[in-house]
């Protein structure tokens, strides 16, 4: 049962990438060509080298994709061990991204992975926009959130509204937490990116601190009063370090303390840990379930190969196993997906002015404002060298830093949101200025 | 902590020690490790299961090279049992690996008794007449088995064992047993002892609402007849009742005392689940029965007699707003009667094992008390022969899920290129009919190239025939699915494995755990548009 293909290492892949189909992708042209793109031209990132950016990488490997990246700021710990099957023992304290690219590359000869290691903050916007698809394995919302505002900020209309299909950037996103998980599929400006979804995820409930001080019922409170409470009236300035096993203990033999004084039963060392760590449950199958669901959308995206997700899918297997495929839909305003927030200006204002306003605006509330326009940097508030490369820009009207455009897209970075709340962000804004260019009737069509 | 426990911390949160001890004393057999067994495997080895023999008689090929991780360059030509055993190997050294460079179907044929020395087969890439020959001898060794199949852009996933029983089904989301609208007479005393009415507003808004609701719900039945709120009015009333003991709006104990109200309306007595597996002939046990069914003997009993239509206690309550005091006095009521209500199905079970002439500490303590305690959620699988799924599907289940008149009318109509629903349906199918059209014509549909056209219109002849031998309608299926199973031309892509294997490894960990609910019915992984199917065939 030989075939004149069984002697190629894409035997298997050839079936899906060579051969005609009628339940496939409208932009789907099976041939070698097709192939050889995926190996030599698509480009793709992948976000987070743990239990999933490990399934992933191994995946996307053996999906024809020769040209991976692969971003993650964590070290390798122990208790990674029972999922991220690239890592070893002795690869404890070794950056996860260098582990796993170097392991995947020494399994499936040719393919090419360049480690990342550092936080998503840290690479420039333009880093992001080198790739052709992003696929996210994250454990955080606040990392999601800021990765989806990076590509949603590629994101153009033209002037019906409409995205412009050569800057969308399409994402592929998955998620567990025990036996349960989520794959979804973002394309900024056609379907729902994060934002637009983002009640999907509810922030976690926190203990009220009365509770933790008065009426602590829970094995949980006693443990949290220790941790948020307790630790700062005994050790007056000295910052609670999860990851140092002495402090651990301590909250630990607190909360004991705590729990007996109250007559409140269950305080363990694990819950200890699994309370102040916020430990998410989390094991092998579910991430190989998730991780192949993400690989093979990626796949269809890029080549057409098959009819893609549309557009989130959800996993349960705590009970039989359930599957559901959700079709979410846009909204129409999201600040992030939109075609951005519409900002009207004074030709005379200038940018430190400009800055000034968009803290105060109710849609962004934005602080530590960094300026892009056109890719040149306007103004930066790190690193130290280009701030104080930019400074000087503060003085100068905005309407002159952008040759006198009347009407354009302006992309800043900063942090969004109120008090402890903040994260990082990137945001797309519509400048216009009055009473130059455009008529009002225009502006009134286009905003 | 000692290292494994630390390395296991994740899963040790999910399944506990006692999960993690069962997988460690589980031994495993693979038949094939292409890219669907390995995969399936690594997920357990990375677990820490006992033992893994794996068993395939092929050599590295360079086309595994694209396909399977447990492989390499240095390995084409070498046993792939040999290479794939000694990567797993390397993900964990606490787990004895070994491998069997032998054909799996013929390993079926002439050693049968081979399996009997497993906890567990899982068998991977086998066609029709090899499952349903290692089936029987597996049934027969009660031995559990488990079917995963990669096939182009499908899967499938299926259980076989006689019967699985549950205690720890860990549901996600379960109604807490409160017995809010049954509260036993310890629970009544200890509401006795608070008054609603107390004008100092600490203590008001310190009050548990599980004190709150028991007393409102008395105070209702003796205006109502000693009835609990039924109709929709009533129960209306009821949380107005609640609202109206409130001294001032922000009382959080009383927000949650309306919000939990439904608990008060809630019927008594056990749920449909339970009252099947309590009818069921099993429990009327013999010196044959298992633990698990002696046990529901005992369960039973007590419904009928000490519990007064209700099982034995679950012992524990939510949190919720109250005085720490009033809390841990709460839990302890609840616990006590647990305790008690334990004692109970304890003694029961001891003089049934008795009656059927077992050592009456056969069973030990710390399970009758699980079993006590996880009465209401209960689980019993139960699995058809595979060669009885095959001859003799349910029959109108396998039609409804080959039929969706919607797509059909839609595609003649706007000749769109959309899928049914029922996809997964049709892939079943075809994957069947492609296992026949391999004896028939010694290969699989669209294997090569050059014979796609003639492989279409045999595959669509031999689905026909199948159907038909099913006694189904055979035009509900879809041409274009048909073109697409040829495409496939029995391809084994690494990202569809991975699924697959993640489903078959996740269930083998909810069997050998007897933790969680394991699928019913026949999973197909429906990869074109990730609309998968469990087949209840």
């Given at each position: 049962?030989?075939?004149?293909?069984?002697?190629?290492?894409?035997?298997?892949?050839?079936?899906?990438?060579?051969?005609?189909g009628n339940?496939?992708?409208?932009t789907?042209?099976?041939?070698?060509?097709?192939?050889?793109?995926?190996?030599?031209?698509v480009?793709?990132l992948?976000?987070?080298?743990g239990?999933l950016?490990?399934?992933?990488?191994?995946?996307?490997?053996?999906?024809?994709?020769?040209?991976?990246?692969?971003?993650d700021?964590?070290?390798?710990?122990v208790t990674?061990l029972?999922r991220?099957?690239?890592?070893?023992?002795?690869?404890?304290?070794?950056p996860?991204?260098?582990?796993?690219?170097?392991?995947?590359?020494e399994?499936v000869?040719?393919?090419?992975?360049?480690?990342?290691f550092?936080?998503?903050?840290?690479k420039?916007?333009s880093?992001?926009?080198?790739?052709?698809?992003?696929?996210l394995?994250?454990?955080?919302?606040?990392?999601?959130?800021?990765?989806?505002?990076?590509a949603?900020?590629?994101l153009?209309?033209?002037?019906?509204?409409?995205p412009r299909?050569?800057?969308?950037?399409?994402?592929?996103?998955?998620?567990?937490?025990?036996f349960?998980?989520?794959a979804?599929?973002?394309m900024?400006?056609?379907?729902?990116?994060f934002?637009?979804?983002?009640w999907?995820?509810?922030?976690?409930?926190?203990?009220?601190?009365?509770?933790?001080?008065e009426?602590?019922?829970?094995?949980?409170?006693?443990?949290?009063?220790?941790?948020?409470?307790?630790?700062?009236?005994?050790?007056?300035?000295?910052?609670?370090?999860?990851?140092?096993?002495?402090?651990?203990?301590?909250?630990?033999?607190e909360?004991?303390?705590?729990?007996?004084?109250?007559?409140?039963?269950?305080?363990?060392?694990?819950?200890?840990q699994g309370?102040?760590?916020?430990?998410?449950?989390?094991?092998a199958?579910?991430?190989?379930?998730?991780?192949?669901v993400?690989s093979?959308?990626?796949?269809?995206?890029?080549?057409g190969?098959?009819k893609?997700?549309?557009?989130y899918l959800?996993?349960?297997?705590?009970?039989?196993?359930?599957?559901?495929v959700?079709?979410?839909?846009?909204?129409?305003?999201?600040?992030?997906?939109?075609?951005?927030?519409?900002i009207?200006?004074?030709?005379?204002?200038?940018?430190?002015k400009?800055?000034?306003?968009?803290?105060?605006?109710?849609?962004?509330?934005?602080?530590?404002v960094?300026v892009?326009?056109?890719g040149?940097?306007?103004?930066?508030?790190?690193?130290?060298?280009?701030?104080?490369?930019?400074?000087?820009?503060?003085?100068l009207?905005l309407?002159?830093?952008?040759?006198?455009t009347?009407?354009?897209?302006?992309h800043?970075?900063?942090?969004a949101?109120?008090?402890?709340?903040?994260?990082?962000?990137?945001?797309?804004?519509?400048?216009?200025?009055?009473?130059?260019?455009?008529?009002?009737?225009?502006?009134?069509?286009?905003? | 902590?000692?290292?494994p426990?630390?390395?296991?911390?994740?899963?040790?949160?999910?399944?506990?020690?006692?999960?993690?001890?069962?997988?460690?004393?589980?031994?495993?057999?693979?038949?094939?490790?292409?890219?669907?067994?390995?995969?399936?495997?690594?997920?357990?080895?990375?677990g820490?299961?006992?033992?893994?023999?794996?068993?395939?008689?092929?050599?590295?090929e360079?086309?595994?090279?694209g396909?399977?991780?447990?492989?390499?360059?240095s390995?084409?030509?070498?046993s792939?049992?040999?290479?794939?055993?000694?990567?797993?190997?390397?993900?964990?050294?606490?787990?004895?690996a070994?491998?069997?460079?032998?054909?799996?179907?013929?390993?079926i044929?002439?050693?049968p008794?081979?399996?009997?020395?497993?906890?567990?087969?899982?068998?991977?890439?086998l066609?029709?007449?090899?499952?349903?020959?290692?089936?029987?001898?597996c049934?027969?060794?009660?031995i559990?088995?488990?079917?995963?199949?990669?096939?182009g852009?499908?899967?499938?996933?299926?259980?076989?064992?006689?019967?699985?029983?549950v205690?720890?089904?860990?549901?996600?989301?379960?109604?807490?047993?409160l017995?809010?609208?049954?509260?036993w007479?310890?629970?009544?005393?200890?509401?006795?002892?608070?008054d609603?009415n107390?004008?100092?507003?600490?203590?008001?808004?310190?009050?548990?609402?599980?004190i709150?609701?028991?007393?409102?719900?008395e105070?209702w039945?003796?205006?109502?007849?000693g009835?609990l709120?039924?109709?929709?009015?009533?129960?209306?009333?009821?949380?107005?009742?609640?609202?109206?003991?409130?001294i001032?709006?922000d009382?959080?104990?009383?927000?949650?005392?309306?919000?939990?109200s439904?608990?008060?309306?809630s019927?008594?007595?056990?749920?449909?689940?339970?009252?099947?597996i309590?009818?069921?002939?099993?429990?009327?046990?013999?010196?044959?029965?298992?633990d698990?069914?002696?046990?529901?003997?005992a369960?039973?009993?007590?419904?009928?007699?000490?519990g007064?239509?209700?099982?034995?206690?679950?012992g524990?309550?939510?949190d919720?707003t109250?005085?720490?005091?009033?809390?841990?006095?709460?839990?302890?009521?609840?616990?006590?009667?647990?305790?008690?209500d334990?004692?109970?199905?304890?003694?029961?079970?001891?003089?049934?094992l008795?009656?059927?002439?077992?050592?009456?500490?056969?069973?030990s303590?710390?399970?009758?008390?699980?079993?006590?305690?996880?009465?209401?959620?209960?689980?019993?699988?139960?699995?058809?022969l595979i060669?009885?799924?095959?001859n003799?599907?349910?029959?109108?289940?396998?039609?409804k899920?080959?039929?969706?008149?919607?797509?059909?009318?839609?595609?003649?109509?706007?000749s769109?290129?959309?899928?049914?629903?029922?996809?997964?349906?049709?892939?079943?199918?075809?994957?069947?009919?492609?296992?026949?059209?391999?004896v028939?014509y010694?290969?699989?549909?669209?294997q090569?190239d050059?014979?796609?056209?003639?492989?279409i219109?045999?595959?669509?002849?031999t689905?026909?025939?199948?159907?038909?031998?099913l006694?189904?309608?055979?035009?509900?299926?879809?041409e274009?699915?048909i073109?697409?199973?040829?495409?496939?031309?029995?391809?084994?892509?690494?990202?569809v494995?991975?699924?697959v294997?993640?489903?078959a490894?996740q269930e083998v960990?909810?069997?050998?755990?007897?933790?969680?609910?394991?699928?019913?019915?026949?999973?197909?992984?429906?990869?074109?548009?990730?609309?998968?199917?469990?087949?209840?065939?």
């Open positions: 049962m030989a075939d004149s293909t069984s002697q190629s290492r894409s035997r298997d892949l050839d079936k899906l990438l060579l051969r005609p339940l496939v992708g409208s789907f042209e099976p041939g070698t060509q097709l192939r050889e793109d995926i190996k030599e031209i480009r793709v992948v976000i987070g080298a239990g950016g490990c399934e992933l990488l191994k995946d996307l490997a053996f999906s024809g994709f020769r040209n991976l990246e692969v971003i700021m964590d070290r390798i710990e990674n029972n991220q099957f690239l890592f070893r023992l002795g690869d404890v304290g070794k996860k991204a260098e582990v796993a690219a170097k392991r995947v590359m399994r000869s040719g393919v090419d992975i360049k480690p990342h550092c936080r998503i903050e840290d420039p916007i880093f992001y926009n080198d790739f052709s698809i992003i696929v394995g994250l454990d955080s919302v606040e990392a999601r959130s800021y990765i989806n505002s990076v949603c900020s590629f153009e209309y033209d002037s019906d509204d409409n299909e050569e800057t969308i950037k399409p994402m592929v996103d998955g998620g567990t937490e025990g349960k998980g989520h979804r599929i973002i900024p400006g056609v379907t729902p990116c934002e637009c979804t983002i999907l995820f509810p922030p976690q409930v926190k203990f009220p601190l009365c509770t933790l001080a009426t602590p019922r829970t094995a949980a409170h006693c443990i949290e009063y220790a941790h948020l409470i307790k630790w700062d009236e005994v050790h007056s300035g000295k910052t609670f370090d999860p990851d140092y096993p002495e402090h651990m203990q301590w909250v630990y033999s909360a004991v303390k705590r729990a007996e004084l109250f007559g409140i039963p269950g305080v363990t060392y694990s819950l200890t309370v102040v760590k916020n430990i998410i449950p989390a094991i199958s579910t991430n190989a379930i998730i991780s192949a993400c093979l959308e990626t796949l269809k995206i890029v080549s190969c098959s893609t997700l549309t557009n959800t996993y349960n297997g705590v009970e039989g196993l359930h599957t559901k959700t079709e979410f839909v846009r909204d129409k305003d999201c600040i992030v997906c939109g075609p951005g927030v519409l009207e200006l004074e030709v005379s204002i200038t940018l430190k400009f800055i000034d306003l968009l803290e105060d605006h109710p849609k962004l509330l934005l602080t530590r960094s892009t326009y056109r040149d940097n306007l103004y930066m508030q790190a690193p130290p060298v280009l701030e104080e490369m930019t400074r000087s820009n503060l003085d009207p309407f002159e830093l952008m040759s006198k009347p009407t354009d897209i302006v800043v970075t900063g942090a949101g109120k008090g402890d709340k903040k994260q990082s962000c990137s945001r797309k804004l519509r400048v216009v200025f009055k009473g130059v260019g455009v008529t009002d009737m225009d502006m009134a069509g286009g905003a | 902590m000692a290292e426990k630390v390395k296991y911390d994740r899963q040790l949160r999910i399944w506990g020690e006692q999960g993690q001890a069962a997988l460690e004393k589980a031994s495993i057999c693979l038949l094939n490790c292409g890219p669907t067994g390995s995969e399936t495997l690594k997920n357990l080895v990375l820490g299961v006992g033992s893994i023999t794996v068993v395939d008689g092929s050599k590295v360079v086309g595994d090279l396909n399977n991780f447990m492989v390499d360059e390995s084409v030509g070498e792939k049992a040999k290479c794939v055993c000694a990567f797993l190997q390397e993900l964990n050294d606490a787990v004895k070994k491998f069997i460079e032998d054909c799996p179907e013929e390993l044929e002439t050693n008794s081979f399996f009997s020395q497993f906890t567990l087969v899982i068998a991977t890439q066609v029709e007449d090899s499952m349903v020959k290692l089936d029987r001898i049934r027969e060794a009660n559990i088995l488990i079917f995963a199949r990669s096939y852009l499908m899967g499938l996933v299926r259980i076989s064992v006689k019967e699985h029983t205690i720890e089904s860990k549901p996600d989301h379960f109604l807490d047993d017995r809010l609208n049954n509260p007479q310890e629970l009544r005393r200890f509401t006795e002892t608070i609603l107390t004008t100092d507003a600490v203590v008001h808004k310190h009050t548990p609402y599980i709150i609701l028991v007393k409102i719900a105070e039945a003796n205006t109502h007849g009835n709120p039924s109709t929709r009015e009533e129960k209306r009333q009821f949380k107005d009742l609640i609202k109206s003991k409130m001032t709006m009382e959080e104990n009383y927000k949650e005392a309306m919000e939990a439904y608990k008060v309306f019927p008594r007595g056990i749920g449909p689940n339970l009252q099947k309590i009818d069921d002939s099993c429990a009327e046990v013999d010196t044959n029965s298992s698990f069914w002696v046990m529901v003997a369960l039973k009993e007590f419904i009928a007699n000490e007064g239509g209700e099982t034995p206690l679950e524990s309550i939510p919720m109250s005085s720490t005091e009033l809390y841990v006095n709460l839990q302890k009521t609840y616990q006590a009667k647990a305790e008690a334990f004692l109970v199905i304890e003694q029961r079970v001891r003089n049934l008795e009656k059927i002439s077992r050592d009456p500490a056969s069973i303590r710390a399970n009758i008390k699980s079993f006590s305690k996880n009465a209401r959620k209960l689980a019993v699988c139960r699995y058809r060669e009885d799924e095959f003799s599907p349910v029959q109108p289940e396998l039609q899920y080959l039929t969706d008149e919607d797509y059909r009318t839609l595609q003649e109509a706007n769109l290129k959309v899928l049914p629903e029922n996809t997964a349906g049709g892939l079943y199918i075809l994957l069947r009919a492609a296992d026949r059209f391999a028939n010694n290969k699989f549909p669209g090569f050059s014979e796609m056209d003639e492989d219109s045999r595959l669509k002849t689905a026909v025939g199948l159907l038909n031998d006694g189904c309608n055979s035009s509900a299926l879809s274009d699915l073109n697409e199973m040829c495409r496939y031309g029995a391809s084994e892509l690494h990202a494995a991975a699924f294997g993640g489903v490894s960990i909810k069997l050998i755990t007897r933790q969680f609910i394991p699928m019913s019915g026949t999973f197909i992984f429906n990869g074109i548009d990730n609309k998968s199917q469990l087949l209840l065939l």
